[in-house]
């Protein structure tokens, strides 16, 4: 098994106590392993991986954006970290 402390958050801790943080790290270990087993198995089959498709799909979304085609608020996630105001004067409404 990995090493929890690469997971473990001294904030959360904090927040929910230490029993609290050591079951998420060890989740977020768990998770993280059963990952890299997907990523080896999907390797192995010729596919791409995991994080991989993830970008793949996030270059689409954002394409099918400066297209016209969708807007930053059909996808929050994504753009989480970004305004989801169109520029001024640019209050554009998908195609």
Sequence with gaps: ???MTKFFDKKLE???GTGAAIAVAALSTDLRATMARMDAIRV???KPT???EAEAAEAYIRQMIADGDATKQDYPWL???ESL???EG???EPK
């Design 14 to 16: 904090d927040e929910l």
């Design 44 to 46: 192995a089959q010729g």
């Design 85 to 87: 105001q169109p520029p």
């Design 79 to 81: 753009f989480e970290d």
């Design 1 to 3: 098994m990995a090493r």
């Design 50 to 52: 995991l994080q991989e």
């Design 90 to 92: 640019e209050a554009r």
